[in-house]
C-alpha cells in the first residue's frame, strides 16, 4: 500500500466504520461460506482487514487469527471493538502482513485490487501459505462493468477523492493471476446482486 493510499484510508476511516452494509444477505452467505473452509486448528491472516467487522466473525471458527491493515486508523477503530481473544489487529500493509507464516488460510477481501503489484501480492500470499493452504479472497472487477461506469462515473469519483486508485481488472484476468501464483481455484461464486464483486477459494498445490 502506497503512503498515499495510506493517507486516503485514514481519512476516511470513521466513515467507513459508519457506513452500513449494503446487502446483508449476501454479505452473510458470504461469511457462512468462509467459514465452512475453516478448521478449528487453522492458523489464519487476512490482510486489508478494514476495521474488523468480518475479523471478529471469522475469528471464532479457528485458533489464531491475524488481521492486518496499513491504515491505522482502522486498525485503531477495529481495536476498539469486542473481538474474540484469538484475535489480533496488526497495522501492516499487504506487503509486509505476512509475520508469524506460514499460514494455513489467508483471506483478502476486497484488497487484491488496491495493491500495487496484484501478481507480486499473490505469489506472497502462496509462498506464505502452508502445504495446500487456501486463500479465500473477494475481488471488484471493475473491467466488466459498462463503459459509463469505468471510463466516466469511476474516474470522476477519483479524482474528487472520494474512492482510492486501484486496479481495473476482469474477472479472467483475476482467475490467471490466482492461477499463475500456483493456485488451484476450488470454489468461486457472486453474492448479492453485484455481479462485479468475485468471491474466489483457491488452494496451494
Not at 494455513?104 to 505469489?123: N, S, Y
Not at 472487477?141 to 481495473?168: T, Y
Request: glycine share 6%; charged share 20%; net charge positive.
Amino acid at each position: 500500500m502506497t503512503d498515499r493510499s495510506t493517507q486516503f484510508w485514514d481519512k476516511v476511516a470513521e466513515r467507513y466504520a459508519a457506513r452500513p452494509i449494503k446487502d446483508i444477505a449476501a454479505y452473510e452467505a458470504m461469511l457462512s461460506d468462509a467459514a465452512s473452509w475453516l478448521s478449528s486448528t487453522d492458523e489464519v491472516l487476512e490482510i486489508g482487514c478494514g476495521t474488523g467487522g468480518t475479523a471478529i466473525r471469522l475469528a471464532p471458527h479457528v485458533t489464531r487469527w491475524r488481521a492486518t491493515d496499513g491504515s491505522a486508523e482502522m486498525i485503531r477503530i477495529a481495536r476498539a471493538k469486542a473481538a474474540p481473544q484469538n484475535l489480533d489487529f496488526v497495522v501492516a500493509d499487504a506487503e509486509r502482513a505476512f509475520e508469524g507464516g506460514p499460514f494455513d488460510v489467508i483471506c483478502a477481501f476486497l484488497v487484491l485490487q488496491l495493491v500495487p503489484d496484484m501478481r507480486g501480492t499473490l505469489q506472497t500470499i502462496h509462498r506464505q501459505l502452508k502445504p495446500g493452504g487456501l486463500l479465500i479472497s473477494k475481488t471488484y472487477c471493475f473491467r466488466d462493468m459498462n463503459f459509463v461506469m469505468r471510463r466516466l462515473v469511476i474516474p470522476s469519483l477519483q479524482v474528487a477523492g472520494f474512492i482510492p486508485r486501484f486496479a481495473v481488472l476482469r474477472n479472467a484476468e483475476l482467475r490467471r493471476a490466482i492461477t499463475d501464483a500456483g493456485f488451484t481455484i476450488e470454489a468461486s461464486h457472486v453474492f448479492g446482486t453485484n455481479q462485479h464483486a468475485h468471491y474466489i477459494v483457491a488452494r496451494k498445490a
